[in-house]
Structures are given as C-alpha cells and as structure tokens.
C-alpha cells in the first residue's frame, strides 16, 4: 500500500513539474528577450547563427520547484537544498544577462553548497573501494563539510560543462534523474524519489523547446541548478547506502558529466593552460567534429549516459558482479552498432566546420558554458 501510494506521489510530482515548465517556459523565452539574456553567435564554438534567448532555466526552476513544495515536507535538509538552489537560479539569471566574472561566481556556488550541506546534506560516510579491507566504510568525520561542498560544486560545474549542444544538459539531466528515481523507487526512500520525479519532469517539459533547433537555452540559470540539485539528491539518497556499491553509483549515474569535466582539466594542464581556459574539445565538440550532426551527437550521448545509469540501476539491484557484465555487454553492443553506423554514415569524412556549413534550421546552438573554467565569450556583453 505504501508503495503504491509513493509510486503515486512520484507521477503526480513528475506531471505538475513537466506542465507548469511547458507552461512558463514561453513566457521565460519573452521574459529574457526583453532583459537581453539573449545568446549572439561570435565564435567557432557556437554554430547557430541567429540570436537565441538564455534564461530557459528559470521555468525549469519554478515547475521543479512548485511540485517539490506540493509533495515533500519541508524539512529542514530540503529547506536547505531549496535555498541553496534559489541563490544559484538568481546567480544565473545575472550571468545570463550580465555575463558575470568566473571568480565572484565560483564564491557564490560554494556559498550555496555550503548553505545546503550546514542544512543536513552531508557526506558522512564513503565505502571503501578496497574489496579486501575489514572496515566497510571510511567515516570521513570533519571532512565531511569540504568533501560534500566539493561534491557539489564539482557536479554543479560538471553539468554547467556539458550544457553545449542544443538539448545535452537538459537530456542527460534527466537521464540521471530517472536514474536515481529508479534507484529510489527499488530502495522505497520515497523523498528522494519525490524529489527526482519533480526534476524530471521540469526537464521533460523544458525539452520541446530545447531539442535541437533550439528555441530558448536554459543558460547558466538552468545548467548550474540541475548540476547542484543531482549533487545534493546523490547526497540524500545514493552516498547513504553504506555498502561497496554507493561510492561507484553516483559516478556512474553522472559519469558523462564528471568525464568531461576531468578530462578537460587535464587536458588544459598538459597543454600548460589554465584549468579555467575555455577551449572546443569537449565530448560534443569531438563528436561535432568527427562528422556527426547535433542531432547525432546527442544521441550518441544519451546513449551513452542512458548505459551508465543502467549500469548503476543493476549494480544497485543486482550487485557488482552482474553490473559489471552488464556494462561490459553494453559497451560492446555500443561499438558495434557505432562502428556499424560511422561505415553507413561517412562519419570519418572531413568534419563540416561551424557556421557556414549549417544552416539555422538545421542547427541550434553550440553554447557551451564555462562556469568557472572559462569565460562565456558571449557577444552581447
């Protein structure tokens, strides 16, 4: 009976999210064409060449946020989560009309994670990733604090990172919402079930009009808040199942993201550039580049985000010999049918370079976002 009504509260969750952002998102879309959050095209990174409106985030925002207050209590880790997101949604909406500097904006994203984890959303335990070790688990004990807000921040940007081709963010976001709603669901913790439908219904609401083309862009606004609250839901949910599995299920649930993120950082350090240098060699651009459309790059990528969090929902249910045959399997399966679909498709040609090979309506926007690792460039400021 339990079940059952939790199974209930996580659709009805799920449909006021997706229709109240379907709803708001028209409006948001006029809302930054009059305030100017409106992304130009100026350089190779970007391959729409008209101008389109940002701030799409804020409906996200307002559909996850009015079925969160409808069917969870408002205990004092959601207050928490709450808050911590609202300041990062006004952060965002600043930036995607002002283009604020990288720094001030890094302050502020550990000012918020720090509101939520001095809330209750902590990392208290890590399991330990050796198989032969007696002790299950580590405490991490004062750690706790900065571990969690580099949790957060780090899938905050990790997201914010990814958010450069029309639909990217918002898909994979929901991907790995529906990921740990799966996962929620199979271990009955009903809040951070609730929490994930609300998320991905405002995601799901906001993809119509972000699927390449793209009629809006959720702008830093809606890139950083679905980063910050995924971290925190993993907090809530996956980082508390004090077992072998929890250290590798968030990585794997968000591992397209926390990829691109650290190989980007390394990528830039190798080459002696700064970690916070903005470049085009992120895995949608690689993809772009090796012939692919947008369309096809998203594809690839949220089949790719779609087998990562398949694999966490096995190795959560099933365990982590299973899970690991089952990735493998995948994997497999995933090349064949790419090297299949790259010897019909010509994907090895010559790449079709930037905006003068595409027209706008076939091809949104590339916009990415370099929260902290790189300046916008944006040529409306």
Request: one cysteine or more; a neutral charge.
């Amino acid at each position: 009976m339990l079940q059952i009504q939790l199974i209930s509260s996580v659709l009805a969750a799920l449909l006021i999210a997706a229709l109240v952002t379907l709803i708001t998102t028209p409006v948001v879309k006029n809302l930054a064409f009059k305030f100017g959050a409106v992304d130009v095209p100026k350089d190779a990174r970007r391959m729409h060449s008209h101008p389109i409106p940002r701030m799409g985030g804020l409906a996200i925002y307002l559909g996850f946020m009015l079925s969160t207050i409808l069917f969870l209590p408002l205990e004092e880790q959601v207050r928490g989560m709450l808050l911590g997101a609202t300041i990062l949604v006004i952060l965002g909406i600043f930036d995607d009309i002002y283009a604020l500097p990288a720094k001030p904006k890094f302050f502020i994203q550990i000012v918020a994670a720090l509101i939520a984890v001095l809330n209750g959303n902590v990392i208290t335990h890590l399991s330990n990733p050796n198989l032969f070790s007696s002790n299950p688990y580590w405490s991490l004990g004062v750690l706790s604090i900065p571990i969690s807000v580099l949790w957060i921040v780090g899938i905050t940007n990790a997201v914010n990172l990814i958010d450069g081709l029309d639909g990217l963010a918002c898909g994979v976001s929901t991907i790995s919402s529906m990921t740990m709603l799966v996962i929620a669901l199979t271990l009955t913790d009903g809040p951070v079930a609730i929490l994930m439908a609300a998320l991905s219904g405002a995601c799901l609401g906001f993809l119509p009009y972000n699927l390449n083309p793209a009629k809006i862009f959720m702008g830093d606004t809606g890139s950083t808040f679905l980063g910050f609250i995924l971290a925190i839901a993993s907090i809530q949910g996956l980082f508390k199942i004090y077992t072998i599995i929890s250290f590798a299920v968030p990585f794997l649930m968000l591992g397209l993201p926390i990829f691109d993120t650290c190989f980007a950082i390394l990528r830039r350090v190798a080459h002696g550039q700064s970690p916070m240098s903005a470049d085009r060699k992120h895995i949608h651009h690689r993809l772009i580049d090796m012939g692919f459309s947008q369309k096809q790059a998203v594809a690839v990528l949220y089949i790719i985000s779609a087998i990562l969090g398949l694999s966490a929902v096995v190795l959560t249910t099933e365990g982590v010999g299973k899970a690991m045959l089952f990735l493998i399997a995948l994997c497999i399966a995933g090349g064949i049918a790419a090297k299949v679909f790259l010897s019909q498709n010509g994907a090895s040609s010559p790449p079709t370079s930037s905006k003068q090979e595409r027209s706008p309506s076939e091809e949104g926007g590339i916009h990415g976002n370099e929260p902290f690792f790189g300046e916008d460039g944006r040529s409306d400021k």
